[in-house]
T-cell receptor
Framework: QQPVQSPQAVILREGEDAVINCSSSKALYSVHWYRQKHGEAPIFLMI?????EQKGHDKISASFNEKKQQSSLYLTASQLSYSGTYFCGTETAATDSWGKLQFGAGTQVVVTP | DSGVTQTPKHLITATGQRVTLRCSPR?????VYWYQQSLDQGLQFLIQ???????AKGNILERFSAQQFPDLHSELNLSSLELGDSALYFCASSLTGAKNIQYFGAGTRLSVL
């Protein structure tokens, strides 16, 4: 089942912060975050495994609450290059789902000067 | 460059025709995944192969089929094409393990006229 992402879109000025949420109704093994520019390939940002770890990539970080089956992506002090559509991909704990990712509908982020 | 190669970059064809999309995974990756992305939509998982064997299936139509060859490259065959099949088709590959990170190719844009 597809995870639910919110918000659908967000417009930021350079330097502002934003949070993108991803939630699932299934027990999760991992959450993957990607950014996609229009018409291009999704670019891997980070992976979070169950255990509630928080990871960072430059000024983009994420957390994973496995009890709530939720992950959040934090864009801090946003830069113009952060513009794009952000997708979360979830991998469930079911053995027959191992390796398979279900992607959310995406959150469009626009960073303006 | 993710190291995943997809050909061709663009395909324009007519309804009812059949096309083949090709994907070469990153060196060493055993898993290949196919995704469909319709205009401004999310990534829909189609199918996964691992070391030549089908591993998982998503919402793949019966008109679509795929295979992974001994050299690990994969082909996605789309037949009896309809207008609604127009989309970006992405291939991703992963090493497959505890951190199953998928790296995406640049995609094949299919236009069915």
């Amino acid at each position: 089942q597809q995870p639910v992402q919110s918000p659908q879109a967000v417009i930021l000025r350079e330097g502002e912060d934003a949070v993108i949420n991803c939630s699932s109704s299934k027990a999760l093994y991992s959450v993957h975050w990607y950014r996609q520019k229009h018409g291009e390939a999704p670019i891997f940002l980070m992976i979070l495994l169950k255990g509630g770890e928080q990871k960072g990539h430059d000024k983009i970080s994420a957390s994973f609450n496995e009890k709530k089956q939720q992950s959040s992506l934090y864009l801090t002090a946003s830069q113009l290059s952060y513009s794009g559509t952000y997708f979360c991909g979830t991998e469930t704990a079911a053995t027959d789902s191992w390796g398979k990712l279900q992607f959310g509908a995406g959150t469009q982020v626009v960073v303006t000067p | 460059d993710s190291g995943v190669t997809q050909t061709p970059k663009h395909l324009i064809t007519a309804t009812g025709q059949r096309v083949t999309l090709r994907c070469s995974p990153r060196s060493g990756d055993l898993s290949v995944y196919w995704y469909q992305q319709s205009l401004d939509q999310g990534l829909q998982f189609l199918i996964q192969y691992y070391n030549g064997e089908e591993r998982a299936k998503g919402n793949i139509l019966e008109r679509f089929s795929a295979q992974q060859f001994p050299d690990l490259h994969s082909e996605l065959n789309l037949s009896s094409l309809e207008l609604g099949d127009s989309a970006l088709y992405f291939c991703a590959s992963s090493l497959t393990g505890a951190k199953n990170i998928q790296y995406f190719g640049a995609g094949t844009r299919l236009s069915v006229l």
